[in-house]
């Protein structure tokens, strides 16, 4: 087992890492930019240092920093968290290079499933269900008219390097595939220097379900049941739920052992989300995050285990500590994201927190770094807390998440915690009756409208 960790990464992830390295005796360092010299995660880690100035290309995006963070203080590891350089193959490759154990999955595997292209032909190879599309990347518009005819519309051309639905266009029907083929080329040239595009089916009312593997590298591999996240704005989770409301404890099991298998056949290390949409019974995969996601906690909750625990664990060559049989679900798991967001446009809300209060009680976390007089930096992501809730069946854990809601104080800074009030009221959302693209219709008609 490791001695000291660095985690690279800010905020309340990596108080979550430090949290759990602390319970291992695992001694942690936080890395920071000068703009966060006065975060939570600084102050509770065993040691910290300062990596740069406040932009994330010179501090947290810098391998030289990080690197010499580790060497400096070291740590013998490095956990990601997630975002930043969590599915960055090269990172984990130099990282590798410098004989430091990284707490994720190899460079290759983040390098297949980095690529969209490679990453559903793989999973197509291994089993997996996947959406109608192109076999590759598309070239020419003459091509994507093609298969637009031949797949039928509506289709969805998305940038191969994509990510946070940015480099996406639906085309409704043949007349708009010539704008959204070169948008969606433009904006993946722009933002992620590579302009290579593929095309998909565009489902209309489907359901994003995820599946929660686990891989120990030596080819075993479990999957940890489902969440359901299909309340989104802009391609943005902002509401998860474990298990999904929509799904049979058959489909769970059927498509959970496909998962497992799969990447169990790749000797897959840690932990990892493979993502679908679901309709009419049926599951297409549309991509795998090779990393702990936003919403572990939900499946901490039902499954009664510690991903971030198991991942060190795995990382320093110990086996899982459980296997299949041992998962059994528990209750019903909801999270909120809170982001320091002005509705109704959802604009940025930096700024001093003058009061902070989280709430408590029988199947209640919050996991956030905030503290009374913190002041969140403009530079990073609005994401300031996420609120979690458990109970024995779903409308257990949907009151619980409303009186956890009117207990939460946070002054100072808007936040988006009226939206959840607001989402609350609605039966849609009350009887699970939702798809991906409920959230933005709801949106359009209520709080744009304001």
């Not at 930043?84 to 004989?99: K, M, W």
């Not at 959406?131 to 003459?142: I, M, N, R």
């Not at 593997?213 to 489902?226: I, M, N, Q, S, W």
Request: aromatic share 8%; hydrophobic share 40%; proline share 4%.
């Amino acid at each position: 087992m490791f001695n000291k960790i660095l985690i690279a990464n800010r905020g309340e992830i990596a108080l979550r890492v430090v949290r759990a390295a602390r319970e291992m005796g695992i001694a942690s360092v936080a890395v920071h930019s000068t703009a966060d010299s006065d975060a939570m995660h600084v102050r509770m880690a065993d040691e910290s240092i300062c990596i740069g100035p406040p932009a994330s290309q010179q501090s947290y995006l810098s391998f030289p920093a990080i690197i010499s963070a580790c060497e400096i203080t070291g740590a013998e590891a490095i956990h990601p968290g997630y975002g930043f350089l969590s599915e960055n193959a090269g990172f984990v490759q130099i990282v590798e290079d410098h004989g430091i154990s990284f707490i994720g999955p190899t460079a290759e595997h983040i390098r297949i499933m980095g690529d969209k292209i490679t990453a559903k032909e793989t999973m197509k190879n291994l089993g997996v269900p996947c959406v109608p599309g192109s076999d590759g990347g598309v070239a020419t518009l003459e091509e994507a008219q093609r298969i637009g005819a031949e797949i039928g519309y509506p289709v969805i051309i998305k940038a191969t390097a994509g990510g946070g639905g940015r480099g996406m266009k639906v085309a409704q029907n043949a007349e708009e595939m010539e704008k959204a083929f070169l948008t969606a080329r433009a904006e993946g040239k722009s933002n992620f220097g590579n302009d290579e595009v593929y095309i998909e089916k565009y489902l209309t009312t489907p359901r994003h379900i995820e599946i929660q593997v686990f891989g120990d590298g030596k080819g075993r591999a479990v999957h940890l049941g489902e969440r359901d996240c299909s309340l989104q704005r802009r391609h943005q989770k902002v509401f998860e739920e474990a298990p999904g409301p929509s799904i049979s404890a058959e489909e769970r099991m059927a498509i959970g052992k496909v998962c497992a298998d799969a990447v169990a056949r790749i000797n897959y290390i840690g932990a990892g989300t493979i993502e679908f949409l679901y309709e009419n019974g049926e599951f297409y995969f549309i991509e795998m995050n090779t990393r702990l996601q936003v919403e572990h906690p939900v499946t901490e909750a039902i499954f009664g285990v510690d991903l971030v625990r198991e991942q060190i664990r795995v990382a320093s060559g110990m086996e899982m500590s459980f296997r299949q049989e041992d998962l059994t679900i528990n209750g019903h798991a909801i999270e909120v994201r809170i982001n320091a967001e002005k509705l109704p446009n959802f604009s940025p809300c930096p700024g001093r927190i003058t009061q902070y209060h989280a709430p408590g009680g029988l199947g209640v976390r919050m996991d956030s770094a905030l503290y009374d007089g913190y002041s969140i930096p403009p530079y990073y992501d609005s994401l300031i807390g996420k609120l979690i809730v458990h109970g024995r069946d779903r409308p257990e854990a949907l009151a619980r998440l409303h009186r956890a809601l009117g207990e939460l104080i946070v002054d100072g800074v808007d936040t988006t915690v009226p939206l959840f009030h607001a989402l609350l009221e609605e039966e849609a959302v009350l009887s699970g009756g939702y798809n991906i693209h409920w959230l933005e219709q709801w949106l359009d008609a209520n709080l744009s409208a304001t």
